[in-house]
């Protein structure tokens, strides 16, 4: 039995959007292929609320992330963690040899515009990343505010975003809130199978990029723009074409739905699923303005076993995720994102309700 799923990624893809990636395949180099590129980028460049040029990567997120903070770190980068995915991007810069520092919060804390001044303060950096919306503690960043301080003390400092699990489900403006890399990945809140990652780019960090040596090859993002730029979307090598034609059907699904619109369903499921976690567990992230639109990790003040939750779950067609890393058991995680209904919210939650006798 196909099992509903909940976790944070992948998330169940609608059947129409797979059916689109058993599209025939074409010839990467056609006019076809530039078409079919070229209109997935001018779509993406709604959602992302950017006029920077889009790119994509046959990668998971991660590889994007790992492009970005090494194609564009010239000096030194701050990373700023709220959790396993912040922590991924430093591992990432020093297995490179990206000169990099983690600057931590509290697992269930954000990232606050203050640490930020006070790292940047220093001189020492021309790149900082922040997570947007960090999905092992469901933490929403405030990345606005921090854009605003850069923008006003901070100029010449690229500003890094991950939005793997955020992008599509929550507004995030790109060019307003002066980010430079904005990163996500096709498999969570955009609703498409996993395997293809998508960023948008300034071209003031491709110039910075410009002067780091030793970008690598097929994460080197100057390389990819220069292509994109100089073949009209096409890429240095072949791209998942599959996941091209359910992406391009998939966003003109999202731009008829209504950008707004789906903000306002995730709002809704988000809402949810935080009434039903504060009556009968309580949530990690205490402060109302940081809580995550498109997850809820939920303290298990109850301590129940989550493996035998899911198991059982699984019997009625469900799956839901255990915490990450050092929250395993400690905290559970429900998603809210991409296609779901707040009818599929209310099924899921009723069942666990049914098995766990609330
Ligand atoms: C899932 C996730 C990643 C990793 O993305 P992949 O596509 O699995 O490589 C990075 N950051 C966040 C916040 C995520 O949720």
Redesign the pocket.
């Known amino acids: 039995m196909h099992k509903k799923l909940f976790i944070?990624?992948p998330v169940d893809v609608l059947p129409e959007v797979l059916e689109k990636m058993a599209t025939p395949q074409i010839g990467h180099r056609t006019k076809e292929a530039s078409d079919l590129q070229r209109g997935i980028s001018e779509k993406l460049q709604k959602v992302f609320y950017t006029e920077n040029q889009i790119l994509l990567s046959t990668?998971?997120?991660?590889?994007l992330?790992e492009g970005a903070i090494r194609s564009f770190t010239g000096k030194r980068a701050a990373v700023f963690s709220v959790g396993a995915?912040g922590d991924?991007w430093y591992k990432m810069a020093t297995t490179n040899n990206v000169p990099a520092d983690l600057f931590k919060s509290e697992l269930g804390e954000p990232t606050t515009v203050q640490m930020v001044d006070e790292a940047l303060a220093t001189g020492k950096y021309d790149v900082i990343t922040v997570?947007?919306?960090?999905?092992s503690t469901g933490v929403m960043n405030p990345t606005a505010e921090i854009g605003a301080l850069l923008k006003e003390k901070y100029p010449d400092v690229l500003y890094l975003v991950?939005?793997?699990?955020?992008m599509g489900g929550v507004k995030i403006e790109a060019d307003a809130w002066g980010m430079d890399v904005v990163i996500t990945?096709?498999?969570?809140a955009l609703g498409l199978p996993?395997g293809m990652?998508i960023c948008s780019v300034s071209e003031r960090a491709i110039e910075a990029g410009r002067q780091v040596p030793n970008r690598g090859l097929y994460l080197d993002l100057v390389s990819l723009y220069d292509t994109v730029k100089k073949k009209d979307h096409q890429y240095p090598s072949t791209p998942s074409l599959s996941h091209m034609f359910a992406l391009d059907y998939q966003l003109d699904r999202i731009l008829e739905e209504g950008l707004e619109n789906r903000y306002a369903r995730h709002k809704e499921m988000a809402d949810y699923v935080r009434a039903w976690a504060r009556k009968n567990f309580d949530l990690l992230v205490q402060d109302e303005k940081y809580l995550s639109q498109t997850l809820t990790t939920i303290k298990n003040t109850k301590e129940i076993s989550v493996g035998d939750l899911n198991k059982e779950l699984a019997n009625r067609g469900f799956m839901i995720s255990n915490g990450y890393g050092g929250l395993k058991n400690l905290t559970f995680r429900i998603s809210h994102m991409a296609d779901y209904t707040m009818d599929d919210v209310k099924d899921l939650l009723s069942t666990i309700d049914d098995i766990l006798g609330l």
Not at 59 to 63: H, L
Not at 131 to 135: A, D, G, I, S
Not at 185 to 188: A, G, R
């Open positions: 944070p990624g990668s998971s997120g991660s590889g992330m995915f991924r997570t947007h919306n960090e999905t991950d939005t793997v699990s955020s990945s096709t498999q969570k996993a990652a």
